[in-house]
């Protein structure tokens, strides 16, 4: 699969490394520092083809694009990423520059801002750390994900998987707020039997 990276930051950049790992191939792109999308593309290409690119071409070439960037800059990205009509789009993104009103979660938010593309939200829960240290483990942690479009989430759930995570499926965007950052499961390092004990709480 083509993995198209729009915001290569501590996320972004993780978020590449382990799908590379995986055998995927990956376009990076945006970051403020060139020479850094270049670094990283001579780390990974160790592993797989890896390109750097224009927002815009990530989002054409890729088959999933991965979304990893603050809300403070996200319009400015939407604007150079082109058409993204039909483009699966997973959103990492955490509402800490921006003030939601009450009942809004951040996924809605860049539905909004994403009204042609599907949004699966997942990647956003662990510290960008353990999603390169973590993975493997015995038993897996868990990643959550909620979406609307099951095929889409279905896809996304392969990465997941392939990258050595439990897939925490919530169900629709509806039940995404427990996934985001007031929620019982951002921000933990979760077994699916611990996340089941928290929600159930
Ligand atoms: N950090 C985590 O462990 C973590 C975990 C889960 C979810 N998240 C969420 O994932 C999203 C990305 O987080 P991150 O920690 O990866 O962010 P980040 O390191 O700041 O990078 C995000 C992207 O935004 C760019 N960027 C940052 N500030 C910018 C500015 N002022 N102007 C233009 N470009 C700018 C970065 O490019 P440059 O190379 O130019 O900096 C990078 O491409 C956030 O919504 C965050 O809440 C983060």
Partial sequence: ?????????NIGGAVAKIFAKAGHSVILSWSR?????????AELSQY?????GTPAEA?????????????????????QMGDVTG?????????YDIVLPEGKSAAQEVQERFESATIVKAFNTLY?????SKGFASPR??????ADDEAAKAIVSKLIEEVGFDVYDLGGLENVFAQEVTGPLYNKLLTREQADALLNA
Avoid: C, H, Y
């Fill in 1 to 9: 699969m083509k993995i198209g990276i729009v915001g290569v930051g």
């Fill in 33 to 41: 520092n060139p020479e850094k999308l270049q670094q990283l593309a």
């Fill in 48 to 52: 797989q083809s890896v390109e750097v």
């Fill in 59 to 79: 989002v054409q070439k890729a088959d999933v694009v991965v979304l990893s960037a603050k809300f403070a800059i996200m319009d400015d990205m939407r604007s």
């Fill in 87 to 95: 483009k699966i789009i997973i959103d990492t993104n955490n509402q």
């Fill in 128 to 132: 960008f750390e353990f999603l390169l």
């Fill in 141 to 146: 942690f868990i990643i959550p994900i909620s």
